[in-house]
Nanobody, 122 residues
C-alpha cells in the first residue's frame, strides 16, 4: 500500500550535517503520520522523531532535540530529517516509517523503508 524509500545517508564528520529524505508512494502521504527511527550496530531500534500529517506537530527523542529537525513536503510526498551537529553516536541505519494519522505521538508504525546508512567519523 505504501512504499518508503530513504536517501541522503552517507559519511559525515563530527559537527557536520546531513539531510535525509524519505519518498512515499501515492497521494495518501498527506494523511499519514511520519517518523524516523535508527538502529546502531549491536543496539535496538530507537525512535528519533515524528511529524503529524499536516506538519504542525513534531516530537523528538531527547538525544536529538535541538540538533535534528523533521519536516515534510506533502506536495512532494517526502519527509526530511535535517541532522546538524552530528556526533559519532548518531552513526546508525536510519529508517523512515509511516502510519495513517492517529493524532498522537509515539506508538507503532505500519510501513517501513529499508533504511539508509549514516556514518559519523570522530
Amino acid at each position: 500500500q505504501v512504499q518508503l524509500v530513504e536517501s541522503g545517508g552517507g559519511l559525515a564528520q563530527a559537527g557536520g550535517s546531513l539531510r535525509l529524505s524519505c519518498a512515499a508512494s501515492g497521494r495518501t502521504f498527506s494523511s499519514y503520520d511520519m517518523a524516523w527511527f535508527r538502529q546502531a550496530p549491536g543496539k535496538e531500534r530507537e525512535f528519533v522523531a515524528d511529524i503529524n500529517w499536516s506538519g504542525g506537530s513534531t516530537y523528538y527523542a531527547d538525544s536529538e532535540k535541538g540538533r535534528f529537525t523533521i519536516s515534510r513536503d506533502n506536495a512532494k510526498n517526502t519527509v526530511y530529517l535535517q541532522m546538524n551537529s552530528l556526533k559519532s553516536e548518531d552513526t546508525a541505519v536510519y529508517y523512515c516509517a509511516a502510519r495513517p494519522s492517529r493524532g498522537i505521538h509515539g506508538g507503532p508504525y505500519d510501513y517501513w523503508g529499508h533504511g539508509t546508512q549514516v556514518t559519523v567519523s570522530s
